[in-house]
Each structure stands twice: as structure tokens, then as C-alpha cells.
């Protein structure tokens, strides 16, 4: 963002906002103005996501890996780019992969994040659940005769279909003394709400409870078909089930942001083998993929280990061979959309604390000595050059706040 952007940037946010934004930056976290304001080189970083993100009209496959070293910025670019896909219309999800927490190869624990880190363009707080109740209760008000279940796309696993029809149907009506009756005694109108939730937030939920929701809720297709789900495939459908959803809902599509993921490398070989089985689905889907953009922060470690892996490995069961990997994906995928993330220059830095300076200013309604600050920012700068960006704002603000109190003291 250049300096005259910056600043009629700052005419628009108030000195609250601005004392947030010091704040995160004094803890070393990441604030989402704080990433608009301070971004640097994003207009190549928004030609990168654009163009790929431009091919979703076709229905071409899109994905962006953000490639960079620890402390290069790829979680800060990855926050920066959900913002500038909330304003483009997409719906996101930003989750950070994790080995323990959140392992890449069970793709439910992945799936269940995701859904949970939704976020709707101009609609901050608003949930999958209830977006999806409002959108369909527009499209019967439009047409009373509809039926639900050709609002759902095809690629989604059976029992996401059954849920979604039953979030859309409101309960059937019983007399008290229906009620009352042995039959009907699993109608618990209260808790269907709460567990078709959880069902399509990915969670486990026993079979006989959803089929008493969907009895009541009048989805007779429910019975079609097997209501559990195995493996890592469904999970995988219901994303891109999702994502050409949000495109029927108006939404230009779902942009996923994956960060740390170098932690798919850092386990056993069977787990690495499942992980990059669901990443070629998504770096090259075998169907049109409507509306999903996967982006990846990776370092390159994750890259070196994809080109060193043994691709003709086995392993022996009952005394038959079977290899780890189904194909040699370092082949597969040398023709990835790769963004590089570059070191800042000294001159770029310093750009960098001049609008920190003036950030820190107005948050804090103060004049800072002109001179003097710049020459303790200098300083501070050369002192932290082999930091990471996050420790190197953290830091600067750091100084900027002794300069400060000295001058609340002095006065």
C-alpha cells in the first residue's frame, strides 16, 4: 500500500481501531487492519490470487501455494488474502494444520475445522447453519412447490444431503395427546436443532438420533442410502459439495487457506501417503471443481521432501507387496501455481516504520520527534535484521512506545 493510500486509509478508522492494531502488533499477533494497512507487495500477491481465482468462472481447477521461509510472512499473507476474498465475494476458511491437533490425513478433524472457520462476505458472525436456513427459506418463498433436495449438489455424501433438507424443514406438529403416545416418544423437537449441527459440523452422532430428526422433519429420502460416513472420501465431496453450494447461494465460490502446511511432511510415511493422495484431489481434481480454491502456505521443506521421497517403496502384507505411494506426486506436481514470498529490503523496512510511526501516532493521539524517532527505528531495525517480520514489528512498536512515554513524562 503506497503512502497516500495509507493515509486516506487512516482518515477511515478510528483511534480505537488504530490502538488494537498497536496492541496485537506489541503481542505478536495479527490484526486484520493491521494486515491491510502494513502489507507489503500486494499487488503481486493480489495478481497472483486473482488470476487463479479468475479461472473459477471456467470451472478450471485453482489452487495458490504461498511458498516462504519460517518468519517470511506466509501466515500474514494468508490472513491478508482472506480478507481480499471476503471482499471479492467468497466465503473462507483459514485454519492452521498441525500433525497433533488438526492432521492433514484425517480429513474429518480437517473438514470439522473448516466448518467451523467460515466466514461470509460482510457477515462476520453469521454460521453456516443459519446461512443456509435463510438462503432456502428465500428459494421456497419464490417457489412453494421446490423441493429441497434440488437445491443440493450431487457430489455431496448422502447423509450431508439428509441434514441440510432437515436444517430447511421446520418440525412436524403433534397434539398434546399425539405426544403422549409410546410411538412418539423419541420426539424431542429441542435437540434436533442442536444435532444436525454437529452432523454437518463433521461430528459423530449415533445414527438413530438423526433418523428420529429426520422422521420428524419429514425427509423421507433419508432411507435411500447408508447414513455414515467412512474414510477420508466423503469429507473430501462434501468440501467441494460446499463450494459449488456457496455458488448457488451467490457467493463466487469457497477459498480455503491451509497455513504450516509443511507439517504433511513431518509425519510417517503411511500418514504422508494419505495426505498427498487428498492434496492431488485438490491440486487436480478428477471433476470440475465449482467454486473451490484451496491456498497453501508451505516452506520448502515441504517441497524437498516431496522430491526425496522414495516413490517406489513397499511394504509387505501376507506376503504381498504394496506401495506407499499410488503415483510419483513429485512428477505430478511440477506444474503447481507457486508464489514465492521474498525478504523485505532495508529500504522496504524502513517504508514499513515510517508508517508505523505515524500508525502508532494516531492511535495514541501524540506528536513523535521527528529526527530522533526515525534515528531509534533505525537502530532498532539494524539490531533485529535476522528476526522474523513478526518479531522485527513487535520490536518497532516497542520502541515507539518508550519514545512515547518519555515524551508523556517530559510533559
Partial sequence: MDTSVFLQALERVSAFQLRRVVER????LFDP???????AHEAHLNRAFDQVGN???DNSPAHLCICGAYGQGKSHSLTYLRQRALEQGFVTS??????REIPFYNFRQVYQALVAEIRFPGMEKTSLVNQWKAWAKEQKAQNPNFDVLDLLPDEMPHLFKAV??????????LSKREKALKKHASFRPREFPYLLARALGGEAIPVYRLRHAFKYREVSFYKD?????RGTDPYVRMVYGLARLFQQMGFKGWVLLFD?????????ITSRSKSYQILNKMFVPDSPAFGFYPVFAFTDDFFMKVQEEDYEQVRIRNEVEFRYFDQNYAESWRDLTVYRLHDLTLKEWKDLSEKLIVLHSRAYGWRPPEIRTRE??????SKTHHQEARLKLKALVDQLDLIHQEQVLKS
Fill in 25 to 28: 502488533l506489541r503481542d505478536g
Fill in 33 to 39: 487492519l493491521g494486515v491491510q494497512l502494513l502489507t
Fill in 55 to 57: 479461472a473459477l468462472g
Fill in 94 to 99: 483459514l485454519i492452521n494444520l498441525d500433525p
Fill in 164 to 173: 441440510l433438507a432437515a436444517l430447511a424443514r421446520e418440525n412436524v406438529r
Fill in 225 to 229: 442410502a447408508s447414513l455414515t460416513c
Fill in 260 to 268: 504450516e502446511g509443511e507439517s504433511i511432511v513431518q509425519t510417517r
Fill in 376 to 381: 531509534e527505528m533505525a537502530d532498532r531495525l
